[in-house]
């Protein structure tokens, strides 16, 4: 069974810091592949950030220098289960919105630019985590 699964959401001040993390098990995809996204109330999704098989890592413009994504692939022959963090410094109350982990089930991925991360299409989503950010 697929799970992906958020944790570590909250309410903050602007200023402050939140660290999110998700776990993704119960498929066999490669390491990593996987990405943060946001929606704001009112708003439509963001793609926040990702990091891809070699462990290269992308970001939106709002995110850069602030946030920064990083994964931990562990697991057995049968089964691999990922773990990837989204450490969120300098938050402001702009980054208010629901937090969510997906991933794609590939056997390879290379997130090379900004515009061919957000057409990605990924294959399992989190129920997503909320962040509210004070001013």
């Known amino acids: 069974q697929v799970q992906v699964m958020e944790s570590g959401g909250g309410s903050v001040q602007t200023g402050g810091s939140l660290r999110l993390s998700c776990a993704a098990s119960?498929?066999?995809?490669?390491?990593?592949?996987m990405a943060w996204f946001r929606q704001a109330p009112g708003k439509g999704r963001e793609a926040v950030a990702g990091?891809?098989?070699?462990?290269?890592?992308?970001?939106?413009?709002?995110?850069k220098g602030r946030f920064s994504i990083s994964a931990d692939a562990t697991g057995s022959a049968d089964a691999t289960k990922t773990v990837v963090n989204l450490q969120m410094d300098n938050l402001t109350p702009e980054d208010t919105a629901t937090y969510y982990c997906?991933?794609?089930?590939?056997?390879?991925?290379?997130?090379?630019?900004?515009?061919?991360?957000?057409?990605?299409?990924?294959?399992?989503w989190g129920q997503g985590t909320q962040v509210t950010v004070s001013s």
């Open positions: 997906a991933a794609e089930r590939v056997l390879h991925c290379s997130y090379t630019t900004l515009d061919h991360f957000r057409r990605i299409s990924f294959d399992y």
């Open positions: 119960g498929y066999r995809p490669s390491a990593n592949c």
């Open positions: 990091i891809d098989t070699d462990g290269k890592t992308i970001y939106s413009e709002t995110a």
